[in-house]
C-alpha cells in the first residue's frame, strides 16, 4: 500500500521560507514523477510544481516560479518543497502527490493516484 505523509508547514510572515517535505512508503517511488498540488478552502486544487522520477525535470506553475523549488531524494523515498519570498496567496493546504505511469499530464490532478493527507502553510501579512 502507498502511503505519502507530508511534513513541514506552518505559520511563518510573507518574505519567509518553509521546506515542506513528502515520505512515501509502499510502491517504487522512483519510478514516479512526484507533484505538489495547494488548495485554498472553496477553490479547486491548484498544480504547484512537479518533478520527473529521476529528477532531472522540473515543471512549476508561474505563479511560483522563481520562488519555489521542487526536489526530490529517491534514496530516502522523500520529494521537498523548497517555498522561499512567501507572500500571503501562498496560504493554502499543501498536497504531495504520485503521478500515474503512462501517458499522462504532470500538471493534471486526474493524473495522480496517491496523495497525502496535506499540510497547512500560513503566509501572513
Known amino acids: 500500500q502507498v502511503q505519502l505523509v507530508e511534513s513541514g508547514g506552518g505559520l511563518v510572515q510573507a518574505g519567509g521560507s518553509l521546506r515542506l517535505s513528502c515520505a512515501v512508503s509502499g510502491g517504487t517511488f522512483s519510478s514516479h514523477t512526484m507533484g505538489w498540488f495547494r488548495q485554498v478552502t472553496g477553490k479547486e486544487r491548484e498544480f504547484v510544481a512537479a518533478i520527473s522520477s529521476s529528477g532531472d525535470s522540473t515543471y512549476y506553475a508561474d505563479s511560483v516560479k522563481g520562488r519555489f523549488t521542487i526536489s526530490r531524494d529517491n534514496a530516502k523515498n522523500t520529494v521537498y518543497l523548497q517555498m522561499n519570498s512567501l507572500k500571503p496567496e501562498d496560504t493554502a493546504v499543501y498536497y504531495c502527490?504520485?503521478?500515474?505511469?503512462?501517458?499522462?499530464?504532470?500538471?493534471?490532478?486526474?493524473?495522480?493516484?496517491?496523495w497525502g493527507q496535506g499540510t497547512q502553510v500560513t503566509v501572513s501579512s
Open positions: 502527490a504520485r503521478r500515474r505511469l503512462g501517458p499522462t499530464q504532470v500538471t493534471m490532478e486526474r493524473d495522480y493516484g496517491y
